[in-house]
């Protein structure tokens, strides 16, 4: 029996706004759906919404709600709903594809082989899937800026590890669940250090201190250490060697 469409659900959070979710587990079209739809509704500049904001599967629109009743803001969530199937629209034009160079495996990245073998690849392989395959921003978040890119292959829904490594550095890419997360900052985890960037998710001191948005595309390339030795040197703008393009 195939499973039923998942209908959107618009429910309040507190008195705060009002929470549009399109899955109830993580996919493309999920995501898809809900940077989508938040672009489509901040087009609309209602008064009532102050800010928006998009998860996994989710829009978040701050709405205060003691101003503002919830059946009206309802009422129009509903109507814009209406108009598309949002887990097939066309993403927002003017999103920006980074292409990032990064080391993979060695002493910078040491559990490529470890993440590798979880995912039933070869070392090889898996350089070629993180390197081939572009990935979406899907969301921002646990850190400043910080990205959970997605999606790669289903070999790669590899679990996280039992036990946390203590400190992985900032631009490290690590692996699970058949996403990257490119660290902000140095940070426990329990997922895979599979590479390791230059790429700065969070620039305070910058007009535009979080580089990258929902919606936005990311595709690695491999250097060597030496390389990225010399990049990390001349970064004063944090970018890390990046290349940046506008989509149309």
């Known amino acids: 029996?195939?499973?039923?469409?998942?209908?959107?659900?618009?429910?309040?959070?507190?008195?705060?706004?009002?929470?549009?979710?399109?899955?109830?587990?993580?996919?493309?079209?999920?995501?898809?759906?809900?940077?989508?739809?938040?672009?489509?509704?901040?087009?609309?500049?209602?008064?009532?919404?102050?800010?928006?904001?998009?998860?996994?599967?989710?829009?978040?629109?701050?709405?205060?709600?003691?101003e503002y009743g919830f059946d009206g803001l309802k009422d129009k969530l509903d109507g814009v709903l209406a108009a598309h199937d949002w887990t097939t629209a066309e993403l927002p034009a003017g999103r920006t594809l980074w292409t990032i160079p990064a080391v993979f495996g060695?002493?910078?990245?040491p559990q490529l082989a470890?993440?590798?073998?979880?995912?039933?690849?070869?070392?090889a392989q898996a350089e070629a899937d993180l390197t081939s395959t572009r990935l979406r921003v899907l969301t921002l978040g646990f850190a400043p800026g910080q990205p959970y890119l997605g999606t790669l292959g289903e070999a790669w829904n590899i679990p996280r590890q039992v036990g946390l490594s203590p400190n992985i550095p900032a631009g490290a890419l690590v692996a699970a669940v058949r996403q990257i997360c490119l660290f902000t900052k140095d940070t426990p985890t329990g997922w895979r250090h599979v590479g390791q960037s230059a790429f700065a998710c969070f620039r305070p001191r910058s007009d535009t201190p979080f580089p990258l948005s929902p919606g936005d595309e990311v595709q690695f390339t491999a250097v060597t250490e030496q390389e990225l030795a010399r990049i990390?040197?001349?970064n004063a703008d944090g970018a890390g060697g990046a290349l940046r393009e506008v989509l149309e």
């Open 1 to 66: 029996m195939q499973n039923e469409p998942f209908i959107p659900t618009i429910r309040s959070v507190g008195l705060n706004g009002l929470l549009v979710t399109f899955g109830d587990t993580a996919s493309d079209e999920a995501n898809r759906a809900a940077i989508a739809f938040r672009s489509a509704v901040d087009a609309q500049n209602w008064p009532e919404v102050s800010e928006s904001s998009s998860t996994l599967v989710s829009a978040f629109f701050r709405v205060d709600l003691a």
């Open 106 to 109: 060695g002493d910078r990245a």
């Open 114 to 123: 470890e993440a590798a073998e979880a995912a039933g690849l070869s070392v």
């Open 232 to 234: 990390e040197v001349h």
